[in-house]
């Protein structure tokens, strides 16, 4: 018998408890593993585990190569093997302490306790009425105490984004304060998730329906993520802006701060005129711009290295093919109130090849000025 596993998280604390306590209180045998990263500066992580009753026991884990995440990782599997191998626990509750990302912990779980581990559902807990003031924070997590490791350069908003984006399961705590604008943002932020009430008799059949580590990795892949599609409700909208032709670098770089300022949160892939071959992806909250290389476009491979690809990228590149650029392709997607979308597309248009750049051809916009190399290539 293998012990199912379900993660919940989120930055939003109070929200996240109460979610697990409802687990606990409705899951019979079910018990709560918590890793409290707030004591990591004194070189330690406090390990806390408890069922619906209260505390069974905590201690402390030292810390990992000055990592807090690093020593969660060493110690978890350990403690939910040890759960496991009781034959008492029904469901191990892992409550992630507040900047942890589920993802990284998902594949821990899949990838270290396939033997005598199942995990079942990942949950990310959320107080509506704090999805965009948390999504538009720019700190970083150092400066709010939330910061995993000392060299963790992560910021408020991208990390609730991810965590946000990351789960099936949206497990709704309503403070009351939430309005239609902050139900539609969290709907438009996420469409494919299941929202549901922390008190609903849903929540424990959710929490063992069972998670694809895979699928969801593939789902975040900006290769082949599946956006969010075009919206508009209660004053929150969403732009998906879908071109072919590829961006001038200068001028799409002299626009970056405009273009991170106008949503709440945006992200997609896109592709340079001065790096024809580099499948770019793009990831902005809270006014910060992340733009990473993540490898090759496909069109840019041999046919024989496709076999090497996912199934689920060979499939998105398929459907969205063109036949002179392949997959390659600007793909964006713009969420927040009050959006500008007449400007802010006019703001897009102006920073692709013009008609006369673009019939110049790759050789010519190859020698365009490389204005993202002190992104891209960082000198060391």
Known sequence: MTLPVVIVGGLHADARKEVVERLLHTVPGSIALHHDLATAAQGTVLRVVRDASGELSRGETPLVNDCACC??????????????????????????????????????????????????????????????????????LADAGLAAAATDQRTVGDTWARQLEYAPVLALVDSGEAGAEDRALLAQLHPTARRVAADSGELAALALAGFDVEAAAAAQHPACALLPQEADEAGVTT???????????????????????AAARSRGRFWLADRPDTLLAWDSAGGALCVENTGPWLASLPDAAWELVPPMRRAAASLDWHPDHGDCCQHLVFTSPGLDRPGLEQLLESCLLTDAEYAAGPEAWKCLPAAFDSLLDPVS
């Open 71 to 140: 020593a969660l990782r060493e110690d978890l599997v350990p403690e939910l093997e040890r759960l496991a191998g009781s034959g008492l626990t029904r469901l191990a509750v892992v409550e992630l302490w507040d900047s942890v990302e589920p993802k990284a912990m998902a594949e821990v779980v899949a990838a270290h306790g396939a033997r005598a581990l199942e995990l079942t559902g990942v949950i990310t807990a959320v107080d509506p009425a704090l999805v965009l003031p948390y999504l538009v924070n720019g700190d970083d």
């Open 239 to 261: 732009l998906v802006w879908h071109r072919r032709r590829p961006f001038h670098p200068e001028r799409l770089y002299e626009a970056l701060e405009d273009l991170c300022c």
